[in-house]
């Protein structure tokens, strides 16, 4: 093979395993304030580019773009939002365009990248509530997590299996000594 093969190849394998996340999704802006410092002086981060993420909480369609209601969690590595009962607040994503209701649905998980663009008070039940807003520039609906239904030990063995091929005397050396044979 000539290098330029061994190039390509190369080239084919890394894009075969390249991630489905987009890359600003992946890196991180640097200096990215969390939720909580942002909500508490919104006017000094305004502009401030972020990455965000966490659990859908709602979604309201406009007339040009769709505001997402984010129930904020810490990123893990990938930045994927952790699965954790921990959350630095909310926020709003206002992303330019239509998303769907039932495909952007309550409890999935998003991560988003963009710029702060001031606050806005909405209620939580009766609940007065600051969300800082976030304008996206780009952002990545994960796929759920999927969920095992063991009820035991997942290494578990019925007690009614039986191996057809289960031999009791394979790794006994003195097999031939005993009074019978199968």
Request: charged share 25%; hydrophobic share 30%; aromatic share 14%.
């Given at each position: 093979m000539t290098r330029l093969g061994v190039a390509l190849m190369g080239a084919a394998l890394l894009a075969a395993c390249a991630s489905p996340v987009p890359q600003p999704i992946r890196n991180a802006?640097?200096?990215?304030?969390?939720?909580?410092?942002?909500?508490?002086?919104?006017?000094?981060?305004?502009?401030?580019?972020?990455?965000?993420?966490g659990t859908i909480a709602n979604v309201a369609n406009r007339e040009s773009e769709t505001w997402l209601e984010i129930v904020a969690r810490d990123l893990q590595d990938n930045a994927r939002p952790s699965?954790?009962?921990r959350s630095h607040g909310r926020f709003i994503a206002r992303v330019e365009?239509?998303?769907?209701?039932?495909?952007?649905?309550?409890?999935?998980?998003?991560?988003?990248?963009?710029?702060i663009d001031g606050q806005r008070t909405r209620t939580i039940d009766e609940y007065e509530y600051e969300y800082p807003v976030v304008?996206?520039?780009?952002?990545?609906?994960?796929?759920?997590?999927?969920?095992?239904?063991?009820?035991?030990?997942?290494?578990y063995y019925s007690p009614y299996f039986y191996d057809p091929f289960y031999d009791p005397f394979f790794y006994d050396p003195f097999y031939w000594r005993r009074p019978y044979f199968y």
């Open positions: 802006p640097a200096g990215s304030p969390l939720v909580g410092e942002v909500r508490s002086n919104v006017e000094r981060y305004i502009g401030t580019r972020v990455r965000w993420g699965e954790s009962d365009g239509f998303l769907d209701p039932a495909i952007y649905s309550n409890d999935r998980q998003i991560t988003v990248v963009g710029s304008d996206v520039e780009s952002y990545y609906l994960w796929e759920p997590l999927h969920e095992y239904g063991y009820t035991r030990h997942p290494y």
